[in-house]
């Protein structure tokens, strides 16, 4: 299949953001591997194995729920011999992950430009969506949804255009905002408008694709895609 062309840069309809480390903080989850006796860098490599193992099983065909990695990675990481509840005491964490503070004012801002928001994950969009309420800013989304509907992980390009068909809006007027640059570089291949923070990674990487717009912070990303021009340059 072709690859779609690279969307223009203009103001989007609509925005789509990630959700784990772009508006919330695994932090949270470290002290509970401590609880456990576990350092606490384990986070770190435990997280970066639950998305490994989920891109390489959606490669493969199918990726079971997230949850489900997410015990098998961390069970990996921290200890095969870790009981059911021990490793439910952390995976119950992301259900209470603290809000990123940029991550309100990025809302509000869009809120006020009329362009609406939605959170999009390949976690459970209830999980998520009970973290993004304990924060405060679950009302400031239009929606949370999940790619798990679809038993993938992002960034596959199907994902992006699931997403997009879901709430009715173009690739091209659609953009994705996230601290993970695969992610973005996930919805750039896709058509999408790509919107990069560099609150976690600092530079965008050189071999991905070069985002529409970046900044330091969410908020700072927000206001370069509303900066856009409503159509594109003759």
């Given amino acids: 299949m072709t690859a779609p062309l690279r969307a223009p840069a203009r103001r989007p309809q609509v925005v789509l953001f990630d959700l784990f480390e772009t508006c919330l903080q695994l932090e949270g989850l470290r002290p509970r591997f401590e609880a456990l006796g576990r350092p606490g860098h384990e986070l770190e490599l435990f997280f ?16 079971p729920p997230f949850a489900t990695v997410a015990a098998d990675m961390l069970r990996r990481t921290s200890g095969r011999d870790l009981t059911d509840d021990q ?3 952390v995976i119950d964490g992301f259900r209470a992950l603290p ?10 801002r869009l809120a006020e430009a009329g362009v609406p928001a939605y959170g999009f994950t390949h976690g459970s969009a209830e999980v998520a969506g009970a973290a993004l309420t304990a924060g405060g800013v679950r009302d400031l ?8 509907e679809l038993k993938q992980f992002k960034p596959p390009p199907a994902v992006y255009h699931w997403a997009c068909d879901r709430i009715a809006t173009p690739p091209a007027r659609t953009a994705l905002v996230a601290v993970h640059s695969w992610d973005v570089h996930g919805a750039v291949s896709a058509g999408l408008l790509g919107a ?12 991905v694709a070069v985002p529409h717009v970046t900044g330091p912070a969410l908020d700072d990303v927000v206001e370069g895609l509303l900066a856009l021009p409503a159509e594109p340059s003759p």
């Avoid at 989304?141 to 798990?148: K, L, Q, R």
């Fill in 87 to 89: 490793v439910a005491s």
């Fill in 48 to 63: 970066a194995r639950l998305l490994h193992q989920g891109m390489a099983m959606t490669l493969a065909g199918e990726a």
């Fill in 141 to 148: 989304f239009t929606d949370v949804m999940s790619c798990a």
């Fill in 196 to 207: 990069f923070c560099e609150r976690l990674e600092g530079r965008i990487p050189d071999a």
């Fill in 99 to 108: 809000v990123h503070p940029d991550v309100a004012p990025a809302l509000r």
